[in-house]
């Protein structure tokens, strides 16, 4: 088992930063590929960033490229999302997930991740 912890959601207003943080505890944390998502109310469950293992390799959905930026600390056994630019379309609750595939290292399917976090809400204010 894996259990996932996020923190650093809030408000902020449009141009700001946020860093988001998603500490794991359990299992070997550097055996896990992680992701972030993110649900706005009434809308389905989006993919945002992924990771692989080593850290080595990240993918973005197209509308945070450039903006946001994940990594991950393995001897912390933290994952992190720095969101810069933000913007109210950004506003939803996000979420960070771990991946035990063997065939993936990273992943923007949801149903590819094995763990999920309670989630951490972003509001951003025009």
């Known amino acids: 088992q894996v259990q996932l912890v996020e923190s650093g959601g809030g408000l902020v207003q449009a141009g700001g930063s946020l860093r988001l943080s998603c500490a794991a505890s359990g299992r070997t944390f550097s055996s896990y590929y992680m992701g972030w998502f993110r649900q706005a109310p009434g809308k389905e469950r989006d993919f945002v960033a992924t990771i692989s293992r080593s850290g080595g390799y990240t993918y973005y959905t197209d509308s945070v490229k450039g903006r946001f930026t994940i990594s991950r600390d393995n001897a912390k056994n933290t994952v992190y999302l720095q969101m810069n630019s933000l913007k109210p379309e950004d506003t939803a609750a996000y979420y960070c997930?771990?991946?035990?595939?063997?065939?993936?290292?990273?992943?923007?399917?949801?149903?590819?991740?094995?763990?999920w976090g309670q989630g951490t809400q972003v509001t951003v204010s025009s």
């Open positions: 997930a771990a991946g035990g595939t063997r065939s993936n290292d990273a992943s923007p399917i949801p149903r590819d991740y094995d763990y």
